[in-house]
C-alpha cells in the first residue's frame, strides 16, 4: 500500500470517478511506457477504455482502478454537437 495521498490534492474519491464522458482526457499518476501521462476516454461501462493521446494504444481499465491511477481531467468535451 503505497501512501502517496496528499492533503491539499483534489478531492477525487478513491472508489468513485468522477462524471467522465467519451472524450474526456484525463491524466494519470504514472506516465504510459511511451512517455505520455494523458488519455482520451473512448468507452465507458463496467470498464473504462481510454487511448493514449501519444501513441493511441488503448487499454481497458476497471473503474476503481481508473479512480485510484487518475490525477485529474485535463478537459472535458464540449457539447455543442448536439
Ligand atoms: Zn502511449
Known amino acids: 500500500m503505497a501512501l ?6 483534489p478531492c477525487y474519491n478513491a472508489c468513485m470517478l468522477p462524471d467522465l464522458k467519451l472524450e474526456t482526457v484525463v491524466r494519470l499518476r504514472k506516465p504510459h511506457p511511451c512517455g505520455s501521462y494523458e488519455w482520451k476516454v473512448v468507452r465507458l461501462g463496467g470498464d473504462i477504455g481510454l487511448e493514449c493521446l501519444n501513441c493511441g494504444r488503448r487499454v481497458l481499465l476497471p473503474r476503481r482502478l481508473l479512480a485510484q491511477r487518475m490525477k ?4 472535458q ?3 455543442e454537437s448536439e
Open 72 to 75: 485529474g481531467i485535463v478537459s
Open 4 to 9: 502517496d495521498f496528499a492533503p491539499q490534492a
Open 77 to 79: 468535451p464540449k457539447n
